[in-house]
């Protein structure tokens, strides 16, 4: 496995008011790193605790990173007895930029457990994508076509100008997607816990639509023919020491277009769009 290992230069700290600043002119660690066969899509997978990641496809072969500490106001803290007569030393340690690819598979990571790191990346425009961020930071993704699945936990998930599948979840955050074209036979699905979930597809999709919405309301402009049948998830079964335990589903179940394959949508505190591209 290739691997590719990059460090920041030296930062300078500048005094404000009581606080530390870290400069605007803050270098950032650069790559552009291949794929083993660039005649063939590759997948770029990306994880970020703390940070935000944004991807744009791009008319090129190679993978173009970029990683940079993001700049942040530390204000002082009282300091313990511990620490008497002793100065805090506060310098950004690195990005910790590391990529190792194999057989058109691509890692992009960092080391943002104490400090933000956002990456900014280029790939090609046939590029599937796994993308992670757990706080501190959005995922962007803009002009993309492949299978992508994002994961965020404090942030937004933005994906636009997308040909292929996506699975997108997040806990605190929207989920907007706005789609060119559809792979016909992926199955798809669009959650969220707080935040709205809005997302655009062509007119001719054909879907299996499954929609919940636990304190929030549904939108679409899409014709859709409603199942109002109840949706039983579980079978009758006799519980352990005894009793029955019947479940029905709470999802909404529609088809457009005839139907195909499952389109999930889930949220709990907002609304869901499923909105038709004009």
Request: charged letters at 25%; hydrophobic letters at 35%; a negative charge.
């Amino acid at each position: 496995m290739k691997k590719y290992y990059f460090s920041m230069r030296v930062i300078t700290l500048a005094c404000l008011a009581g606080a530390f600043l870290f400069s605007q002119d803050m270098p950032a660690d650069r790559a552009t790193v291949p794929f083993s066969n660039p005649s063939k899509p590759g997948l770029v997978e990306v994880g970020v605790h703390n940070g935000g990641i944004t991807i744009k496809g791009y008319d090129g072969k190679e993978v173009i990173v970029e990683a940079k500490v993001r700049e942040r106001l530390i204000q002082e803290e009282k300091p313990k007895k511990e620490v008497k007569g002793l100065h805090l030393i506060r310098v950004p340690g690195g990005t910790g930029l590391e990529i190792e690819e194999e057989d058109n598979v691509m890692e992009v990571n960092v080391s943002s457990l104490k400090q933000t790191i956002d990456l900014f990346i280029q790939v090609p425009y046939n590029t599937s994508l796994e993308l992670s961020s757990h706080n501190n930071g959005d995922i962007v993704v803009e002009n993309v076509n492949g299978e992508i699945e994002a994961s965020n936990h404090n942030g937004m998930l933005t994906l636009t100008g997308i040909s292929g599948s996506v699975v997108a979840n997040t806990f605190n955050g929207s989920v907007t997607v706005t789609f060119v074209k559809v792979d016909p036979g992926k199955p798809m699905s669009f959650s969220t816990w707080n935040g709205d979930v809005d997302v655009t597809f062509p007119a001719n999709i054909k879907a299996r639509v499954k929609m919940k919405s636990e304190r929030g309301d549904i939108y679409s402009d899409f014709d859709m023919q409603i199942d109002k049948s109840p949706q039983k998830t579980e079978e009758d079964e006799r519980k352990e020491g005894g009793g029955y335990r019947i479940s029905f589903d709470k999802y909404i179940v529609g088809t457009i277009n005839g139907g195909g394959p499952d389109y999930t949508f889930k949220n709990f505190n907002g609304d869901i769009y499923i909105r038709k591209s004009q």
